[in-house]
């Protein structure tokens, strides 16, 4: 590969730094660079326990066979990686389970899976070795702040409860005149998928389900008539809370019924809550709605369906991830680390007396109210929650307290000098306060409503070497997502170029891409990989283990075409672009 020399890179980024900058948008710098010195990020993603064993028809039958829990299984991987031009594999090391798949001093290792045993390969360990002979860098994945899978009850957070997360969570009942009570839940708030879940009628038009495009509803339920009889009953209600229908899904046909003007539509899916409708419920009868509120950890709340979170305030849990990485990188030769599921659960985490304790001694003064003086859900079902007395406070230190802990992280990680830092995020970053962090840069141009004057220090871009967004969504290109009467931001090459906006060039974004988008559709599998390259630096494919379902190798190779080297593999070159930044600034 023939690189330009470094004259001639100064003198792209001396023409590029002569555009002013924009109140919203810095010059993409990196793209410029990298692109000059033929570089571009490629990441493959590869999922722990999605990739232990893969299907394959043995005889016109499906079987699950080994595939990363043997050396051979990994020797094909780096192979088709590398026939594939792929230049860096991102193994994921430690699942959200907190268990390992190397031999750890440290933490619990993963022995076994959905019942079948984990052989004792060190997976780490052989992707290491097979990638480096093949030419590719290998950068280990942690999902760091979670520590417990709640379908299997298991993880060092089941061990140590007081590492858990504490959720403020919220329980609405519809409630009839003779007292009579149904539980239920409405759209984005922390409480049980299995019940019953109402509708506002401007519960779709609501900007937090909008946000970029991306959001992926958790209410599968939410559209669906017809089917069969006995599995999902509509209730409606018109603006004064009167009962104004009562109707079996079965009996509607395809078309899903929606909230009349100002009313309601509850769908009720579980035997015993369609039971109590038909029993306490009539035609103009008037229903009220009451809330309760509660505290509780993790493991016992089921809005959180999978991860167990921990506090990242919490000194053991946080000693137990740093000391979990030192291991790593004293033991291995990776090229980089990579931090996953560094965030908070949800807007509704974390609300133990330890983080009380530090949001008070941060802000300076008591809270009279707690958690009420940060906000309070609306009495009103379907709304967003009130803001409090300190609620952008609130929002400021959450994503500090994240900083501060990739801050201690990095310095680990940066004992080895050679070593890439990576990290992956959503690309939804107007909204991405919500889960506690700010991944834009210290530095960014990018305002919102709800950022107070110091929001922006609490930018962690220029920690990290690269950040991977998840800019999932099937339509590859801003004009893909017009011609569909969708936001440009609906789009990968939209959400890459938002959240490179939001970093700034204080380090690489690579585009992520959902491979099931495009399960169907490979042109636009390609075409959303060089979407997400001509905004960011490059891309980040998710995951391996739909690359071989839909037997996708080719059609990377046909977006690459070539070997390219990886834009943080070229140590000098971030250090110059953050330079020419502050230079312009």
């Known amino acids: 590969m023939k690189f330009r020399g470094l004259k001639e890179i100064l003198g792209c980024a001396a023409l590029l730094l002569s555009i002013p900058l924009s109140a919203q948008r810095a010059p993409n710098l990196a793209r410029t660079l990298s692109t000059a010195m033929g570089a571009e990020g490629r990441l493959l993603w590869i999922d722990a326990t999605a990739n232990f064993w893969r299907k394959k028809k043995v005889n016109g039958l499906d079987e699950l066979l080994p595939y990363t829990i043997t050396r051979e299984g990994i020797t094909e991987i780096v192979r088709n990686a590398k026939l594939a031009h792929i230049n860096t594999l991102v193994v994921d090391v430690k699942p959200l389970v907190g268990q390992v798949i190397f031999p750890s001093q440290i933490a619990p290792r993963l022995r076994s899976w959905q019942g079948r045993p984990v052989p004792e390969i060190d997976i780490l360990q052989a992707f290491v070795e097979e990638g480096h002979k093949a030419g590719l860098r290998v950068h280990a994945s942690l999902n760091i702040l979670s520590e417990g899978h709640k379908y299997y009850k298991v993880g060092l957070a089941y061990e140590r409860p007081d590492w858990q997360s504490i959720v403020y969570t919220v329980n609405r009942g519809l409630v009839t005149q003779n007292r009579a009570r149904l539980s239920f839940r409405v759209p984005k708030e922390p409480d049980s998928p299995d019940k019953p879940l109402l509708l506002a009628d401007d519960a779709q038009a609501d900007a937090s389900l909008e946000r970029t495009g991306l959001d992926r509803p958790d209410d599968n339920d939410t559209n669906g008539g017809g089917g069969s009889f006995g599995k999902l009953l509509y209730v409606s209600m018109d603006a004064d809370n009167k009962i104004e229908g009562i109707a079996d899904a079965a009996l509607l046909g395809e078309e899903p019924l929606a909230p009349s003007e100002d009313g309601k539509m509850l769908l009720v899916r579980a035997s015993d809550d369609r039971e109590w409708c038909l ?8 229903v009220t709605f009451d809330m309760r509120t ?44 990579v931090l996953d599921r560094c965030r908070y659960s949800n807007i509704y985490n974390d609300f133990s007396n330890l983080t009380k304790q530090a949001f008070v001694k941060w802000l300076g003064k008591p809270i009279a109210r707690w958690p009420q003086d940060i906000y309070t859900f609306s009495p009103k079902p379907g709304k967003r929650v009130v803001p409090g007395l300190y609620y952008k406070q609130w929002l400021e230190f959450r994503a500090q307290t994240i900083r501060d802990f990739v801050a201690e992280v990095a310095q680990t990680v940066r004992s080895k000098p050679h070593l890439s830092f990576g990290t992956y995020v959503g690309a939804w970053y107007p909204s991405y306060y919500e889960v506690g962090v700010n991944w834009g840069s210290e530095k960014t141009h990018l305002r919102y409503a709800w950022y107070t004057d110091d929001y922006p220090k609490t930018g962690y871009a220029e920690f990290f070497d690269w950040i991977a967004l998840g800019s999932y969504n099937p339509f590859a290109r801003q004009a893909d997502a017009k011609r569909a009467g969708k936001y440009n931001s609906s789009s990968v090459e939209g959400l890459t170029e938002l959240g490179t906006s939001a970093v700034a060039n204080g380090a690489f974004t690579f585009g992520g891409i959902y491979v099931p988008d495009y399960k169907n559709d490979p042109e636009m599998m390609i075409n959303a990989l060089q979407a997400a390259s001509l905004q960011g630096q490059g891309w980040m494919i998710f995951d391996l283990t739909y690359i071989e379902e839909f037997n996708f190798w080719n059609v990377i190779e046909r977006t690459t075409k070539a070997d390219a080297p990886a834009p943080d593999s070229l140590r000098n070159l971030l250090p110059l672009i953050r330079k020419a930044m502050d230079i312009v600034r």
Do not use: W
Not at 279 to 286: F, R
Not at 301 to 320: D, G, M, T, W, Y
Not at 324 to 331: A, G, Q, R, S
């Open 279 to 286: 029993q306490n419920l009539d035609l103009g009868m008037a």
């Open 294 to 337: 509660e505290l509780i950890p993790i493991a016992e709340a089921k809005s959180e369906k999978i991860a167990c979170f921990i506090n990242p305030l919490h000194p053991e849990a946080r000693k137990h991830q740093i000391d979990l990485i030192k291991e790593i990188i004293t033991n291995y030769a990776v090229d980089g680390i």
